[in-house]
């Protein structure tokens, strides 16, 4: 097989953990009359065997399914499935011990090593939250909903204790998979080694692995009880270059309604019942929200509700095995050692360094983890949350909740000691881009973007086919209010012309101030997936020498958050360093200018109007004060040509103070996109190390892009579709996906 070709997989393969005292080689397979042959890698870890080398095996597989292959593809029926074959298996006890899962596939030679460490308690599906979505069911009146509350029924009264069985990635394996070494703990159901004890096989492994690779850093993604054991392995290797990604951490314990279930549980004699199950409504559904999130996209209705029900009925008949296996004893060991490292977590935050990852639920009833992560946030510098508000406690069980796509939003991946915004940049997935178009489907419905370019010969065109396709390029215009005009350009390159524009932003969008007072940094996660990095002369310089298509406003915050009346003016610094740099590439500038703010929204309390009350005057001088200091941090090594506080700059543009501009929507009218004709600066490079010959370049370029403007902002006048109405009119008659016409070029 050559090295392009994708393996195929036999689909009865799976994976199944066994002692470490029964496995001679990484590779094991278990044949029985009953079951089909299964495959599993099991990672040694450095307490169980005495070679440390031998724990990164991992097994070639023979056969690869094509469909597996692509996506994540697991659903609930399949983690119950293979976890009912890892917990039959290591039946017999032992201690816990590694795995590698075999749908990961291959990564790259400098993939980071995650760790998954997995949540370890019983999880109960109340009846009430599994019947409220049949209810909606039955407004469709089909004739089997009395079929699927049955299943419902019997699905309600089992208690699984499959937590720490190390599977609770298994919709993230594929992906994760692709940028990672991925290695799960699996802890068996009879296993009893301490809190302390778990820590210690952790940093073992840790420490191991970091004097392998010193230059690359360790994931801890810790799920509840994992979430405390990353903490605590942290605290105490403060040196190592750990990244943590907690979710729904379980150091909230104290504040959960697992710690009064324990006196509860005391009571209940035998094995956990149905009663248990009622009384215990620990988590809002989230298994039958995996299902009906797979109805939602669904076409067809009543296959919907067969598959529906077909899934559920194939979870009844492995819960109650799975229940037989969780004694009363188990389950308070479990709840018991929650509490043991809830309190030790949290006495230890203080010596936490790492760089961390808060992943919190909305509607997590069995731990307040949205207000777990703000206090967290809060108590540990080099933590952000991310918060998921429609989601239950066992979040990446769940649809729509993608890991991977969460990383490269915080700007969380690496592969080095630090993030590297190029050459640890991913380009967003089809998935992913699909997903960012439909969230701002309505910026684009609203404002019709025109696109035109400028062919070689001077010929303006309608789209991009003027667009120079091989890089470097560097874009340079005039930034609307707020940003408004990036929310349709990027997009528009992507789906048009295959170009991903790697803007250049404020530093603020990224780094989190010590002082606080900048606000939440997710908001931004989707410019940092479309490849936006921190405006820097370092970012610039490598941006350049990788070939990219650059998207650079030299006016930057000054034009964003412009005062009243100077819609399209430009302010640009006096520096002209960006065309020295594009110049040592010989790249293409090509000057644009967008016009349509004016059209979509109108400033009332622009910055004159908010400094003459006390109120805002005080806000604006805090958030600019925070964001010198941040910006100072960030521009050490940096050559000062954009934003605010640049040393060398003068006149309006240099110290920009930052404030917030108040406006008021209008009935939308429409964005109109000019690119000039490309300008070349290869073979230029000795010409322009003058700097009065860069200058002058520089000014032609910024002549350029107000000629741009002046023409949009007169063209647009003859366009019988500028407003709202006639377009959707049109759209209405010829399809909602047609082109809609504007005025000829």
């Known amino acids: 097989m050559s090295s392009s070709e994708k393996p195929k997989r036999n689909p009865i393969l799976k994976r199944v953990a066994v002692s470490t005292e029964r496995t001679s080689a990484a590779t094991t397979t278990v044949m029985t009359e009953t079951t089909p042959t299964r495959i599993f890698v099991e990672k040694k870890s450095s307490e169980l065997v005495e070679d440390e080398a031998e724990t990164k095996q991992r097994v070639n597989v023979r056969e690869y399914s094509e469909e597996e292959s692509e996506g994540n593809g697991k659903s609930l029926k399949d983690y119950f499935d293979e976890a009912e074959d890892m917990i039959k298996s290591s039946s017999g006890g032992g201690p816990p011990r590694w795995f590698s899962p075999l749908e990961c596939g291959s990564h790259t030679r400098d993939s980071p090593l995650l760790l998954f460490l997995p949540g370890y308690g019983a999880t109960v599906v109340p009846y009430h939250s599994c019947i409220q979505p049949l209810n909606a069911l039955r407004l469709m009146k089909f004739t089997d909903i009395q079929r699927l509350e049955t299943t419902v029924v019997r699905y309600h009264s089992c208690t699984t204790g499959i937590d720490g069985v190390g599977l609770g990635l298994i919709r993230q394996h594929q992906s994760l998979g692709k940028i990672f070494d991925i290695w799960c703990l699996h802890i068996p159901v009879k296993d009893r080694t301490s809190f302390t004890g778990l820590v210690k096989l952790i940093e073992s492994t840790v420490r191991s692995e970091s004097n392998r690779s010193p230059k690359r850093p360790v994931y801890l993604v810790g799920e509840s009880l994992g979430a405390c054991i990353a903490l605590a392995v942290a605290a105490r290797n403060p040196d190592i270059d750990l990244v943590l990604i907690l979710v729904n951490p379980a150091t909230s314990f104290n504040k959960s309604v697992l710690q009064s279930t324990i006196p509860l549980l005391e009571l209940i004699p035998g094995q956990i019942t149905t009663m248990l199950s009622s009384t215990l409504s620990l988590m809002t559904g989230d298994p039958l929200k995996m299902a009906m999130d797979n109805v939602a996209k669904r076409l067809s209705l009543q296959p919907t509700i067969q598959d529906l029900s077909q899934d559920l009925v194939a979870l009844s008949s492995y819960l109650p095995v799975l229940a037989d296996i969780l004694p009363k004893e188990t389950l308070l060991w479990k709840i018991e050692l929650l509490k043991a490292a809830s309190a030790y977590a949290n006495s230890r935050l203080h010596a936490v360094k790492a760089q961390m990852l808060v992943l919190c639920s909305g509607k997590d009833q069995l731990m307040p983890s949205q207000e777990e992560g703000e206090r967290l946030s809060s108590a540990l510098h080099k933590c952000e949350p991310r918060n998921f508000y429609d989601h239950g406690h066992f979040l990446l069980l769940e649809d729509g909740v993608d890991l991977v796509t969460i990383i490269k939003g915080a700007s969380y991946y690496r592969r080095g000691r630090s993030h590297d915004y190029v050459s640890d940049f991913m380009p967003p997935t089809s998935s992913e881009f699909n997903k960012i178009c439909e969230d701002f489907r309505w910026m684009r419905v609203l404002s019709s973007p025109v696109m035109l370019s400028t062919l070689a010969n001077g010929k303006i065109v309608r789209g991009l086919s003027g667009i120079p396709s091989e890089g470097p390029v560097l874009f ?23 170009i991903l524009l790697r803007g250049l932003a404020h530093p603020m969008m990224y780094f989190k ?130 934003y605010l506080y640049r040393t060398d700059t003068k006149g309006e543009v240099a110290n920009q103070d930052m404030h917030m501009p108040y406006p008021v929507p209008k009935v939308p009218g429409r964005f109109y996109f000019y690119f000039g004709k490309p300008i070349e600066t290869k073979g230029r490079k000795r010409e322009l190390r003058d700097r009065e010959k860069a200058h002058e370049l520089y000014l032609e370029i910024k002549s350029e892009v107000e000629k741009c403007l002046a023409y949009l902002k007169e063209k647009r006048e003859n366009d019988p579709y500028r407003n709202i109405l006639p377009r959707l009119i049109y759209q209405a008659t010829h399809g909602f996906t047609s082109q809609v016409p504007t005025f000829e070029p």
Not at 476 to 498: A, C, K, Q, R, W
Not at 513 to 533: F, H, N, Q, T, W
Not at 540 to 557: A, C, E, Q
Not at 617 to 635: G, N
């Open 476 to 498: 340079v215009g005039y930034h609307n209010l707020l940003g408004l005009d990036v929310l349709t350009l990027i997009p528009e390159f992507m789906i048009e012309s295959n």
């Open 513 to 642: 101030s010590k002082e606080g007072g900048l606000g939440d940094l997710s908001p931004y996660d989707v410019m940092r997936i479309m490849g936006a990095v921190p405006v820097s002369g370092i970012n610039l310089y490598k941006l350049m020498s990788s070939k990219s298509h650059v998207l650079l406003y030299p006016g930057g915050v000054r034009e964003a958050l412009h005062r009243k009346g100077e819609e399209y003016k430009l302010f640009w610094p006096e520096s002209s360093e960006f065309v020295r740099m594009a110049t040592t590439f010989g790249a293409k500038i090509v000057p644009f200018g967008a016009v349509g703010e004016d059209d979509l929204a109108q400033i009332v309390l622009d910055y004159n109007d908010q400094m003459k009350i006390p109120y805002f005057k005080s806000q604006i001088e805090e958030l600019t004060a925070t964001a010198a200091r941040l910006s100072l941090c960030f521009f050490i090594q940096l050559f000062p040509f954009t």
